[in-house]
């Protein structure tokens, strides 16, 4: 099966700001931060990748870049074969992204007014909306006339990934899709992501995550970041075999390869 | 074409239901308006209605005369910092992003973030001339519309371009706004606003030469008091289509460069 993702030595280095008067040990006013450094990563159409890390790994930085949102300082990535730093992508629609900020709505208008406006940017006439909407919005059980600051978090991120998804995009990107949730309704949108987006859809998901028990439930395959990089990359079994345990969770490996790094 | 209809209908939209989502703030915004207004009448009535030297080409008052200059002065501003204010909103309201995930090129962009804030100017404008026409008594009678028309579609252009260049400043800086503190404060005392230009001593009229607001307002008064024709209005439209040619590449350029950069910066989301 050929490669919906494919990343190849991504790296985003930030300079950063010291304050007007303060300078770094070497005496300059800005310092530099590698974000993401040399990352390399596939994924093939239908599966999930979780992305696991810390916060500060350079997991939403690393989604960022493949959404065109942010430009790498230097390598390349393609999705279904087209150039993400050209802006290839973003022209096809290729791409959705919900970064998971809910202050990312209007808040003052309803559910459906977020999402109608955000369809017509995406190019959906108004009665491809229509029926879009009304559909993520059954899926997903959100009430679409309620005013977004009426809603609860919750709901919130619900329209959040229902936005990412208007466009009927290839590849989903979520960056910590069930922060806001409660566990049973975190619960339902894994499934969701799972079994609807993935298995039956056929989309390739990305999803970044701190949750442990979130990348497992998810990911066909993990990716553990750190620093910038991805430290190691597999199915459990293989991610198991690579920190030397026989047995144990996705929290014990994570712990153990972090002890590695130390 | 459909589309881009349908996207920019989608802005003013939106645009429009948060406005009147804060019901206090546009009815203090109408009442401004008026309140700006009144002030110049009754300057006027305090100098007897009197169509002095300067004002004699144009054939009336000096409230007649203000009341337009107020009506392009406000014009101008909501196109110069309406683009800047708009992105800065977005960037506030964490939207900015949500919006570049979509198949927009920057001049699309541009449209849409600037179509409101014109819409808002155009609605403004016919505001100022029924208030001051209608209540008011200013001449409105002789109005040329086609020539005001155009005035105006230039004036649209040139203003939204250097809002453009404002936008550009805020994409990048997030705050400051060189381009409407330099233009909007200079055209008060240079472009023709509450006086005519030839009032000013010759070394500024020089400077006033370089303004598009300056055309915008000596064309507009002699289109809709003197119902001036395209021809006779030609001293005014040239300069000002060559101005808005220039302005509206370099404001687009700006534009784009500009979202390059934050993108590079990774800053498209700060403010």
């Known amino acids: 099966?050929?490669?919906?993702?494919?990343?190849?030595?991504?790296?985003?280095?930030?300079?950063?700001?010291?304050?007007?008067?303060?300078?770094?040990?070497?005496?300059?006013?800005?310092?530099?931060?590698?974000?993401?450094?040399?990352?390399?990563?596939?994924?093939?159409?239908?599966?999930?990748?979780?992305?696991?890390?810390?916060?500060?790994?350079?997991?939403?930085?690393?989604?960022?870049?493949?959404?065109?949102?942010?430009?790498?300082?230097?390598?390349?990535?393609?999705?279904?074969?087209?150039?993400?730093?050209?802006?290839?992508?973003?022209?096809?629609?290729?791409?959705?992204?919900?970064?998971?900020?809910?202050?990312?709505?209007?808040?003052?208008?309803?559910?459906?007014?977020?999402?109608?406006?955000?369809?017509?940017?995406?190019?959906?006439?108004?009665?491809?909306?229509?029926?879009?909407?009304?559909e993520l919005g059954r899926i997903l059980?959100?009430?679409?006339?309620?005013?977004?600051?009426?809603?609860?978090?919750?709901?919130?991120?619900?329209?959040?990934?229902?936005?990412?998804?208007?466009?009927?995009?290839?590849?989903?990107?979520?960056?910590?899709?069930?922060?806001?949730?409660?566990?049973?309704?975190?619960?339902?949108?894994?499934?969701?992501?799972?079994?609807?987006?993935?298995?039956?859809?056929?989309k390739s998901v990305l999803i970044a995550t701190h949750n442990l028990a979130e990348a497992e439930a998810l990911g066909d395959e993990i990716a553990i970041m750190s620093s910038g990089r991805i430290q190691a990359r597999g199915s459990l079994d293989a991610l198991r075999n690579i920190a030397g345990l026989a047995t144990g969770t996705i929290e014990d490996v994570f712990h153990q390869l972090a002890k590695e790094r130390e | 074409m459909r589309t881009v209809g349908r996207t920019l209908l989608a802005f003013v939209i939106k645009d429009f239901l948060l406005e009147v989502s804060y019901r206090f703030a546009t009815a203090l915004a109408l009442i401004e308006v008026a309140s700006g207004l009144l002030i110049y009448f009754f300057i006027d009535r305090l100098f007897g209605q009197e169509v002095v030297g300067h004002l004699q080409p144009y054939g009336v008052g000096y409230f007649a005369y203000v009341l337009l200059g107020l009506a392009l002065f406000s014009f101008m501003g909501t196109g110069i910092s309406g683009v800047a204010g708009q992105v800065s909103r977005e960037q506030v309201m964490g939207t900015l992003e949500a919006i570049l995930v979509a198949p927009f090129r920057p001049a699309g962009l541009a449209a849409g973030l600037s179509i409101s804030g014109t819409l808002y100017a155009c609605?403004?404008?016919?505001?100022?001339?029924?208030?001051?026409?209608?209540?008011?008594?200013?001449?409105?009678?002789?109005?040329?519309?086609?020539?005001?028309?155009?005035?105006?579609?230039?004036?649209?252009?040139?203003?939204?371009?250097?809002?453009?260049?404002?936008?550009?400043?805020?994409?990048?800086?997030?705050?400051?706004?060189?381009?409407?503190?330099?233009?909007?404060?200079?055209?008060?005392?240079?472009?023709?606003?509450?006086?005519?230009?030839?009032?000013?001593?010759?070394w500024l009229q020089a400077l006033s030469a370089l303004l598009p607001v300056t055309y915008a307002v000596r064309g507009l008064q002699l289109a809709v008091y003197q119902g001036a024709s395209l021809t006779t209005l030609s001293g005014e439209i040239l300069p000002l289509a060559f101005l808005a040619s220039v302005l509206l590449p370099l404001g687009l350029l700006s534009f784009a460069a500009a979202i390059r950069r934050a993108k590079g910066d990774g800053t498209l989301a700060h403010y």
């Open chain 1, 141 to 202: 059980e959100i009430p679409l006339d309620q005013s977004v600051q009426a809603s609860s978090a919750g709901i919130r991120q619900r329209i959040l990934i229902a936005r990412a998804l208007l466009h009927d995009p290839a590849v989903l990107l979520l960056d910590e899709p069930t922060k806001s949730l409660d566990p049973t309704s975190a619960q339902g949108l894994r499934g969701f992501i799972r079994e609807r987006l993935a298995d039956h859809l056929g």
């Open chain 1, 1 to 134: 099966m050929g490669y919906v993702v494919e990343a190849q030595d991504l790296t985003k280095v930030f300079k950063r700001s010291n304050g007007f008067f303060r300078r770094s040990s070497q005496g300059q006013c800005n310092s530099l931060i590698r974000a993401v450094d040399d990352v390399s990563l596939t994924v093939e159409a239908g599966s999930v990748l979780a992305i696991l890390g810390p916060n500060g790994a350079g997991k939403t930085t690393l989604l960022r870049i493949l959404a065109g949102l942010v430009l790498p300082s230097s390598g390349d990535a393609h999705i279904c074969g087209l150039d993400v730093v050209q802006g290839e992508t973003r022209e096809k629609g290729l791409v959705g992204i919900s970064l998971g900020d809910d202050r990312s709505l209007y808040a003052r208008l309803s559910g459906r007014r977020n999402l109608d406006f955000f369809a017509a940017m995406h190019g959906l006439s108004r009665r491809e909306a229509t029926q879009r909407i009304d």
């Open chain 2, 123 to 202: 609605g403004e404008m016919a505001g100022y001339l029924l208030f001051g026409a209608v209540l008011l008594g200013a001449p409105v009678g002789n109005a040329n519309l086609l020539s005001a028309a155009v005035i105006l579609m230039l004036a649209v252009v040139s203003f939204n371009s250097l809002g453009l260049l404002a936008a550009s400043v805020i994409m990048v800086f997030k705050r400051g706004d060189p381009i409407a503190w330099i233009f909007q404060g200079v055209a008060g005392l240079l472009g023709g606003v509450y006086f005519p230009v030839e009032v000013l001593p010759g």
